[in-house]
């Protein structure tokens, strides 16, 4: 019996989001008193592969075949199926992403296993039950779920587990094949456009986000927000709005119908905080409005706020960010 | 080409949401219900394919009870053909998944399309599960889907980028924007639609893998601290040595 951990890798690096999924695979393996192996899909090296020791993890399962480097979707369900099997896992983690559950709905029907989604906590084990805290309603809610069977599936929230370091620490790598053949590759992508990302931050991972609303008037002000987020270390996001009139690609629109995000920084600039827009935003750390408008509903949703105009007050934040040392 | 929409019923996105008193249930007291935003992407866009491959029809479908009637007459005004409805309770995602995959089976739909997640529970795995239950592949989530004859292309979404995909009906494909201009329905629509034939149909099995115990709504926030706009640059001050995020 052993905790199992999926880990995803892009350009060599384990992802942030797996570094916190492989920090909640460890902790939950302590508490069930087994250990956690990671199985990594992407493209790793050895080396970065080891310092998932870090988090805990002691053995690291990868299989080189270089057809794995792209997503696809069956090859990955059955490279994660084998290793279930070998390892005698019977909890499987694996992020909130795209992958993760793309690869971790068709698991649970493989492996007959109770999967459940959007997780932000470790599970109550005790008495038996195994309880699993994960969002529900778009950010307005959360739910206690029970999981049934002897086969757990948990994506965990991005942002919601903090990746734990211990410094030396080094896990076996460990060359792993799934015999995977031309079959399992027949949905592979013809093709992988990746976009500019503004300073390389991707949104869903950022730990801090600038935000613009239709109050910024047009795609010509970007910059303001483009500059503060550049000083900070942040990723670019934005309003439904301004992505349905092309302002700023439909990648960065936040919200209820867009893509959710929990940052422990998201800065609101000429935004009203519409109920759909909290939805996406309000389970970040701290929330920060810049708004004319005094009586903006995104003020009760807020920790700081500056009632202003924001081509006034973005110059003053970004020089004082850069003031700091 | 048979096209198969799933829709779910799920509560308008302004809805203020509350829980009953245990707990134990989402309030569903004044509170409108709409077709999954999600969903209308799947929904216009095979009507779109069904337009441009006459002979095409699109059957939406519903694992609910019988007060998610009105959101599928409103699928069937926007353009759908006809509708089927489990009459059940949706249990979790596993018991819909099952209902889908059965239906798809039996009618031998070509393109199952639904929603990239449903706005309610968040599940964002009924794709998956529909896929391995049928054994085809799963496209998920998509932002375009193009067809020529049998063969489909779509964009993936993946973190920071998109997946150029070509597979062969049948296929499972969960949709988001920006695939196309969801529809609305017009007068012409929504008279035809009463008409339109609406099958209810019994569950089969009645598994479930997961049971919500409890609902709980996030903590409050304390209150906003306002920093006066002219001294703007103390709010970083403050972000690094009160909130300590930067
Ligand atoms: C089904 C549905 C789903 C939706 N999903 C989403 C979603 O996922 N995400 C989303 O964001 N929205 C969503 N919406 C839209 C949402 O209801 C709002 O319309 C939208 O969030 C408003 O965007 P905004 O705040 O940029 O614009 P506005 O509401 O127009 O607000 C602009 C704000 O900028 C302020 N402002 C103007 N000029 C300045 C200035 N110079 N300096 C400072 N402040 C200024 C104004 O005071 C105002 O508060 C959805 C709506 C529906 C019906
Ligand atoms: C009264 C009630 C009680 C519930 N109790 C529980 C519970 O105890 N445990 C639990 O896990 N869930 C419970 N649910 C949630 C319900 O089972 C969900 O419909 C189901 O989990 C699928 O939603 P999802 O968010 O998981 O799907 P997602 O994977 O997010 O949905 C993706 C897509 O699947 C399609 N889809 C989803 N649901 C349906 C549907 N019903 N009919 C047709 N197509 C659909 C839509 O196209 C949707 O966009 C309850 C729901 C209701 C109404």
């Keep these: ?325 | 080409m048979k096209f198969l929409v799933c829709i779910s019923n799920v509560p308008d996105t302004t809805t203020k949401i509350t829980f009953t008193p245990d707990n134990k249930e989402f309030n569903k007291a004044g509170v409108q219900f709409v077709i999954n935003p999600w969903d209308e992407y799947a929904l216009t866009r095979a009507i779109e394919l069904k337009e441009a491959n006459p002979g095409s029809t699109v059957t939406v479908l519903n694992v609910g009870e019988a007060d998610t009637e009105p959101n599928i007459r409103k699928a069937l005004a926007i353009g759908a053909d006809d509708a089927i409805r489990v009459n059940a309770a949706p249990k979790d995602a596993f018991f819909v998944a099952e209902q889908i995959a059965a239906i798809a089976k039996e009618g031998g739909y070509d393109v199952i399309l639904m929603g990239k997640e449903s706005i309610d529970y968040n599940g964002f795995q009924v794709h998956g599960m529909v896929g391995e239950l049928l054994g085809i592949p799963t496209v998920a989530p998509a932002m375009k889907l193009d067809m020529s004859g049998t063969t489909a292309t779509l964009e993936r979404e993946i973190e920071g980028g998109k997946e150029i995909v070509q597979v062969n009906a049948p296929f499972v494909a969960s949709c988001q924007q920006p695939m196309c201009e969801p529809r609305i329905p017009n007068m012409r629509g929504i008279m035809t639609a009463r008409t339109k034939p609406l099958k209810v149909v019994a569950a089969t099995g009645d598994a479930a893998r997961t049971q919500v115990t409890e609902y709980a709504l996030p903590p409050k926030k304390q209150g906003v601290k306002l920093i006066p706009a002219e001294s703007a640059g103390d709010l970083i001050k403050l972000l690094r040595n009160e909130a300590k995020v930067i």
């Design chain 1, 1 to 325: 019996m052993s905790v199992l951990v999926v880990v995803e890798c892009d350009k060599g690096e384990v992802k942030k989001s797996s570094l916190e999924v492989a920090t909640y695979g460890a902790q939950l393996a302590a508490q069930l008193g087994t250990s956690a192996t990671a199985i990594a899909v992407g493209e790793a090296t050895d080396a970065s592969l080891a310092k998932l020791g870090e988090q805990g993890i002691t053995k690291v399962l990868y299989d080189k075949e270089p057809r794995l480097k792209d997503f696809v979707n069956n090859a990955y369900t059955k490279l994660i199926a084998t290793a279930a099997q070998q390892e005698d896992a019977k909890v499987i983690v694996l992020a909130n992403s795209n992958i993760g559950a793309a690869v971790g709905s068709r698991l649970s029907i493989r492996l007959q296993a109770a999967l459940a989604t959007n997780v932000v906590e470790l599970p109550k084990t005790d008495g038996g039950q195994f309880t699993v805290k994960r969002g529900a309603f778009s950010g307005k809610a959360f739910s206690d779920v029970v999981l049934n069977g002897d086969r757990k599936i948990i994506a965990v929230k991005k942002n919601s587990i903090e990746a734990q370091h211990e410094a030396g620490k080094t896990a076996e790598v460990v060359a792993f094949s799934a015999q995977l053949g031309d079959a399992d590759f027949a949905d592979a992508p013809k093709q992988v456009v990746m976009q500019d990302q503004a300073g390389g931050i991707l949104l869903p991972e950022a730990e801090r986000v600038v935000s613009g609303g239709r109050g910024m008037k047009g795609p010509e002000n970007w910059g303001l927000i483009e500059d503060l987020a550049k000083a900070l270390g942040a990723a670019t996001a934005c309003s439904k709005p301004v992505s349905d009139v092309d302002w700023r690609p439909h990648h960065e629109h936040v919200g209820q119908t867009g893509i959710t995000v929990s940052p422990n920084l998201y800065i609101a600039c000429g935004i009203s905080g519409a109920i759909q827009h909290l939805a996406g935003v309000n389970s970040s750390k701290v929330i920060v409005v810049i708004n004319k408008d005094p009586e903006a509903p995104f003020f009760k949703a807020a920790d700081y706020g500056i009632v202003g105009d924001v081509f006034d007050v973005l110059p003053k934040l970004t020089a004082a960010v850069k003031e700091l040392d």
